[in-house]
Protein backbone atom coordinates (compact mmCIF):
# COMPACT_ATOMS: atom_id res chain seq x y z
CA UNK A 1 0.00 0.00 0.00
CA UNK A 2 1.01 3.67 0.02
CA UNK A 3 0.88 6.42 2.70
CA UNK A 4 2.00 9.71 2.91
CA UNK A 5 2.29 12.69 5.81
CA UNK A 6 1.99 15.99 5.12
CA UNK A 7 1.36 18.63 7.76
CA UNK A 8 -2.34 19.55 7.94
CA UNK A 9 -2.17 23.17 8.21
CA UNK A 10 0.64 26.04 7.53
CA UNK A 11 0.34 29.61 7.97
CA UNK A 12 2.73 31.99 6.17
CA UNK A 13 2.98 36.35 5.33
CA UNK A 14 2.38 37.70 2.11
CA UNK A 15 5.69 37.97 0.74
CA UNK A 16 6.99 35.08 2.70
CA UNK A 17 8.52 31.56 1.93
CA UNK A 18 7.10 28.45 3.18
CA UNK A 19 8.39 24.35 2.27
CA UNK A 20 5.42 21.74 2.28
CA UNK A 21 7.30 18.92 3.57
CA UNK A 22 5.90 15.14 1.99
CA UNK A 23 7.23 11.73 3.56
CA UNK A 24 5.90 8.48 1.65
CA UNK A 25 6.27 4.67 1.79
CA UNK A 26 5.12 3.15 -1.31
CA UNK A 27 6.12 0.14 -3.48
CA UNK A 28 6.66 0.57 -7.00
CA UNK A 29 7.80 4.17 -6.62
CA UNK A 30 8.06 6.04 -10.02
CA UNK A 31 8.00 10.08 -8.89
CA UNK A 32 6.22 12.76 -6.74
CA UNK A 33 3.82 15.01 -7.77
CA UNK A 34 2.39 18.45 -6.27
CA UNK A 35 -1.57 19.57 -7.17
CA UNK A 36 -2.91 22.56 -5.36
CA UNK A 37 -6.90 22.97 -4.72
CA UNK A 38 -8.87 25.65 -3.80
CA UNK A 39 -11.63 25.18 -2.22
CA UNK A 40 -14.16 24.23 -4.27
CA UNK A 41 -12.29 23.83 -6.90
CA UNK A 42 -10.55 20.79 -9.15
CA UNK A 43 -6.78 19.83 -8.29
CA UNK A 44 -4.33 21.35 -10.53
CA UNK A 45 -0.64 19.66 -11.34
CA UNK A 46 1.87 22.06 -9.93
CA UNK A 47 4.79 19.86 -10.18
CA UNK A 48 6.93 16.41 -10.68
CA UNK A 49 9.86 15.06 -9.68
CA UNK A 50 11.15 11.58 -11.27
CA UNK A 51 14.73 12.05 -9.81
CA UNK A 52 16.47 13.20 -7.37
CA UNK A 53 17.20 17.00 -6.92
CA UNK A 54 15.19 20.09 -7.26
CA UNK A 55 12.70 20.94 -9.97
CA UNK A 56 11.94 25.12 -10.13
CA UNK A 57 9.01 26.04 -12.13
CA UNK A 58 8.38 30.11 -11.27
CA UNK A 59 7.50 30.68 -7.92
CA UNK A 60 6.97 27.02 -7.35
CA UNK A 61 9.76 24.59 -6.56
CA UNK A 62 10.18 21.35 -5.45
CA UNK A 63 12.70 18.55 -4.24
CA UNK A 64 12.67 14.70 -3.83
CA UNK A 65 14.95 12.85 -2.10
CA UNK A 66 14.33 8.84 -3.41
CA UNK A 67 16.93 7.41 -0.50
CA UNK A 68 15.40 9.62 2.55
CA UNK A 69 11.41 8.59 0.77
CA UNK A 70 11.26 12.54 1.27
CA UNK A 71 9.94 15.78 -0.75
CA UNK A 72 8.80 19.13 -0.33
CA UNK A 73 7.12 22.29 -2.07
CA UNK A 74 8.64 25.25 -1.97
CA UNK A 75 6.55 28.57 -2.85
CA UNK A 76 8.48 31.94 -3.39
CA UNK A 77 6.75 35.41 -2.63
CA UNK A 78 3.86 34.25 -1.57
CA UNK A 79 0.31 35.83 -2.56
CA UNK A 80 -3.11 35.54 -0.86
CA UNK A 81 -4.38 34.13 -4.06
CA UNK A 82 -1.82 30.94 -3.13
CA UNK A 83 -4.19 30.04 -0.04
CA UNK A 84 -5.62 26.39 -0.67
CA UNK A 85 -4.86 23.17 0.08
CA UNK A 86 -1.71 21.13 -1.55
CA UNK A 87 -1.05 17.65 -1.65
CA UNK A 88 1.42 15.56 -2.62
CA UNK A 89 1.15 12.35 -4.84
CA UNK A 90 3.07 9.09 -5.57
CA UNK A 91 3.32 7.88 -8.85
CA UNK A 92 3.09 4.21 -8.84
CA UNK A 93 3.01 3.82 -12.36
CA UNK A 94 1.01 4.63 -15.19
CA UNK A 95 -0.02 7.63 -13.95
CA UNK A 96 -1.55 6.09 -10.86
CA UNK A 97 -1.36 8.71 -8.55
CA UNK A 98 -2.12 8.55 -4.64
CA UNK A 99 -2.31 11.43 -2.77
CA UNK A 100 -1.38 12.47 0.93
CA UNK A 101 -4.16 13.94 2.72
CA UNK A 102 -2.95 17.39 2.29
CA UNK A 103 -1.72 20.69 4.05
CA UNK A 104 -4.10 23.25 3.99
CA UNK A 105 -1.83 27.14 3.33
CA UNK A 106 -3.25 30.00 4.78
CA UNK A 107 -1.41 33.01 3.34
CA UNK A 108 -1.83 36.57 5.83
CA UNK A 109 -1.53 40.01 4.98
CA UNK B 1 -9.19 22.57 -26.27
CA UNK B 2 -11.57 21.46 -23.83
CA UNK B 3 -11.01 20.18 -20.44
CA UNK B 4 -12.83 17.61 -18.81
CA UNK B 5 -15.50 17.94 -18.11
CA UNK B 6 -18.19 15.82 -15.32
CA UNK B 7 -21.76 15.36 -15.22
CA UNK B 8 -23.88 15.59 -13.01
CA UNK B 9 -22.09 17.95 -10.55
CA UNK B 10 -24.28 17.23 -7.91
CA UNK B 11 -26.80 14.47 -6.90
CA UNK B 12 -28.73 12.86 -3.95
CA UNK B 13 -29.15 9.10 -3.86
CA UNK B 14 -30.73 6.63 -0.52
CA UNK B 15 -28.61 4.51 0.74
CA UNK B 16 -29.11 1.01 -1.33
CA UNK B 17 -28.99 2.72 -4.40
CA UNK B 18 -26.70 2.73 -7.72
CA UNK B 19 -25.37 5.73 -9.03
CA UNK B 20 -23.55 6.09 -12.59
CA UNK B 21 -21.38 9.15 -12.91
CA UNK B 22 -19.45 10.58 -16.44
CA UNK B 23 -16.97 12.24 -17.91
CA UNK B 24 -15.50 13.63 -21.03
CA UNK B 25 -11.68 13.26 -21.23
CA UNK B 26 -9.48 16.22 -22.14
CA UNK B 27 -8.98 16.31 -26.07
CA UNK B 28 -6.06 13.73 -26.82
CA UNK B 29 -6.15 12.07 -24.22
CA UNK B 30 -6.58 7.97 -23.31
CA UNK B 31 -6.79 7.25 -20.04
CA UNK B 32 -9.13 8.46 -17.82
CA UNK B 33 -9.25 8.17 -13.81
CA UNK B 34 -11.29 8.28 -11.35
CA UNK B 35 -10.94 9.49 -7.53
CA UNK B 36 -13.07 9.70 -4.31
CA UNK B 37 -12.31 13.18 -1.97
CA UNK B 38 -14.28 13.21 0.90
CA UNK B 39 -14.46 16.41 2.89
CA UNK B 40 -10.93 17.61 4.08
CA UNK B 41 -9.33 14.72 2.83
CA UNK B 42 -7.05 14.25 -0.47
CA UNK B 43 -8.06 12.27 -3.50
CA UNK B 44 -8.03 8.20 -3.06
CA UNK B 45 -7.64 6.48 -6.07
CA UNK B 46 -10.27 4.32 -7.04
CA UNK B 47 -9.14 2.93 -10.81
CA UNK B 48 -7.69 4.25 -13.90
CA UNK B 49 -9.11 3.31 -17.49
CA UNK B 50 -6.76 2.60 -20.77
CA UNK B 51 -8.06 1.53 -23.99
CA UNK B 52 -11.08 0.46 -22.56
CA UNK B 53 -9.89 -1.83 -19.47
CA UNK B 54 -8.97 -1.59 -15.93
CA UNK B 55 -5.31 -0.43 -15.96
CA UNK B 56 -4.80 -0.02 -12.13
CA UNK B 57 -6.90 -0.06 -9.38
CA UNK B 58 -7.07 1.29 -5.24
CA UNK B 59 -8.71 -0.25 -2.20
CA UNK B 60 -12.34 -0.15 -3.40
CA UNK B 61 -14.46 -2.93 -3.23
CA UNK B 62 -15.89 -4.84 -6.55
CA UNK B 63 -19.06 -2.52 -6.23
CA UNK B 64 -17.13 0.54 -7.88
CA UNK B 65 -16.95 0.02 -11.00
CA UNK B 66 -16.13 1.44 -14.24
CA UNK B 67 -15.88 2.17 -17.80
CA UNK B 68 -14.29 3.51 -20.93
CA UNK B 69 -15.54 4.50 -24.27
CA UNK B 70 -13.68 4.15 -27.47
CA UNK B 71 -14.04 7.97 -27.77
CA UNK B 72 -12.29 8.02 -24.26
CA UNK B 73 -15.35 9.52 -22.33
CA UNK B 74 -15.75 7.36 -19.11
CA UNK B 75 -18.45 6.53 -16.53
CA UNK B 76 -17.93 5.21 -12.89
CA UNK B 77 -20.61 3.33 -11.06
CA UNK B 78 -20.99 2.14 -7.48
CA UNK B 79 -23.87 -0.15 -6.29
CA UNK B 80 -25.75 -0.34 -3.41
CA UNK B 81 -24.47 2.97 -2.04
CA UNK B 82 -23.52 3.70 1.71
CA UNK B 83 -23.41 6.63 4.14
CA UNK B 84 -19.62 6.72 3.11
CA UNK B 85 -20.00 7.09 -0.06
CA UNK B 86 -20.50 10.45 0.23
CA UNK B 87 -17.93 12.20 -1.08
CA UNK B 88 -16.70 14.34 -4.25
CA UNK B 89 -16.05 12.13 -7.27
CA UNK B 90 -13.10 13.22 -9.67
CA UNK B 91 -12.37 12.13 -13.14
CA UNK B 92 -9.07 12.87 -14.20
CA UNK B 93 -7.60 12.32 -17.73
CA UNK B 94 -3.82 12.12 -19.35
CA UNK B 95 -2.04 10.86 -22.11
CA UNK B 96 -0.33 7.14 -21.75
CA UNK B 97 2.64 6.47 -21.28
CA UNK B 98 4.03 9.90 -19.75
CA UNK B 99 4.11 8.68 -16.05
CA UNK B 100 4.77 13.07 -15.16
CA UNK B 101 2.43 12.52 -12.90
CA UNK B 102 0.08 15.18 -14.50
CA UNK B 103 -3.33 14.52 -14.55
CA UNK B 104 -6.08 17.18 -15.67
CA UNK B 105 -8.97 17.05 -12.95
CA UNK B 106 -12.38 17.98 -13.78
CA UNK B 107 -14.72 19.83 -11.38
CA UNK B 108 -16.15 16.68 -10.06
CA UNK B 109 -19.41 15.42 -8.66
CA UNK B 110 -20.66 15.78 -5.59
CA UNK B 111 -22.78 12.61 -4.18
CA UNK B 112 -24.87 12.83 -1.13
CA UNK B 113 -26.08 9.47 -0.13
CA UNK B 114 -29.11 9.78 2.42
Known amino acids: GQSLEQPSEVTAVEGAIVQINCTYQTSGFYG?????QHDGGAPTFLSYNGLDGLEETGRFSSFLSRSDSYGYLLLQELQMKDSASYFCAVITGANNLFFGTGTRLTVIP | ETGVTQSPTHLIKTRGQQ????????????????????LGQGPQFIFQYYREEENGRG???????????PNYSSELNVNALELDDSA??????????GDTGELFFGEGSRLTVL
Open chain 1, 32 to 36: LSWYQ
Open chain 2, 19 to 38: VTLRCSSQSGHNTVSWYQQA
Open chain 2, 59 to 69: NFPPRFSGLQF
Open chain 2, 88 to 97: LYLCASAVSG
